[in-house]
């Protein structure tokens, strides 16, 4: 186990020298003229940014090149083409995602054939944790807490990009929905989470960013090389002693399916070393394997723009 300072290059730091001002160009464009012409507009700001984030555009060819190999049966090489279809998709997401603040879509529009999970954990007043991932688009939760049942969701988010993608959305979110900062995990926010699950509500996490500050990870193969993981949705899980569910949303034949299976019943983690250590890999492992398994069902809804792998991603040849 790693600290996360040991990373080539840190997510959040990578993100901080993105183009935030062609986000607000596209949602100003759909606020303006809705659906179509935000897609007239998408194709220039991508290409804009694909040719300018040479960083970015290293790590989706990287991401590409390593699902190719590790799927030999997928049409992936990672090439010029192939990445700048991936940016493409992450310009539909954005889309997707505003859309879904604005309050433009509906639970007809979502496809969840394992809803009952969900519904029998509300019917025994059970809370859970829902561990996702940057695959396909979170927001769709907002359509998941619009169910009958009024299922509540408490989304673990960075601060600084929470609040700077809801300021351009210009968004107040939903009723049952919260976002709660947890840039870090303190006493007081551990017990405030605790009182939600014990309340049935569903707190919801990413595994496949490490923390911002003041965490550690562990490390796992992720198509076919290692990569650090956090270690905090199951040191969390741990300490509340709730189930946890993986839950991934992409869209597939113009709707939104939503993937949702049971991770573990509950998680404990050992004190005493090695057999902390060995726990805390088997669990990042596991959740590798899932996100690998969807990776391949949705080759380009991963987005995770910067060098993921120990190494830094491969340069442009």
Not at 30 to 59: C, E, K, M, N
Not at 177 to 201: D, F, Y
């Amino acid at each position: 186990m790693k600290p996360a300072s040991t990373a080539a290059r840190h997510w959040a730091a990578v993100e901080e020298n993105s183009l935030l001002w062609g986000i607000s160009v596209l949602v100003w464009v759909y606020r303006t003229g809705g659906r179509w012409v935000f897609r007239l507009f998408l194709r220039p700001v991508v290409s804009y940014y694909f040719l300018a984030g040479r960083l970015a555009r290293q790590a989706s060819r990287d991401y590409l090149s390593h699902l190719g190999r590790f799927y030999p049966d997928l049409p992936i090489n990672g090439g010029y083409w192939q990445s700048y279809r991936h940016f493409l998709c992450f310009g539909e997401t954005l889309l997707d995602k505003i859309v879904v603040w604005t309050g433009n879509i509906t639970p007809e529009q979502v496809d969840f054939p394992h809803r009952q999970l969900l519904l029998d954990l509300i019917a025994e007043k059970r809370g859970a944790m829902l561990l996702s991932g940057h695959i396909g688009n979170l927001e769709i939760c907002q359509a998941i807490a619009t169910m009958r049942g009024h299922i509540h969701l408490n989304i673990l988010v960075h601060t600084k990009h929470a609040e700077k993608f809801n300021r351009l959305l210009g968004s107040r979110g939903s009723a049952t929905i919260q976002l709660i900062q947890v840039t870090e995990l303190s006493p007081a926010i551990a017990i405030t989470l605790q009182e939600k699950i014990e309340r049935g509500e569903f707190l919801v996490m990413v595994g496949d960013r490490i923390p911002v500050q003041g965490g550690r990870t562990v490390s796992a193969s992720f198509l076919g090389e290692d990569a650090e993981f956090p270690q905090g949705p199951y040191l969390l899980a741990s300490l509340l002693r709730c189930p946890v569910y993986t839950l991934f949303c992409f869209p597939v034949a113009g709707r939104f399916k939503i993937h949702l299976e049971l991770f573990a019943d509950h998680i404990r983690i050992p004190r005493a070393e090695p057999q902390r250590k060995e726990m805390l890999e088997t669990l990042a492992r596991r959740y590798a394997q899932r996100l690998e398994a969807y990776c391949r069902l949705a080759p380009l809804q991963w987005f995770n723009f910067y060098p993921y792998w120990s190494r830094s991603a491969a340069e442009d040849k």
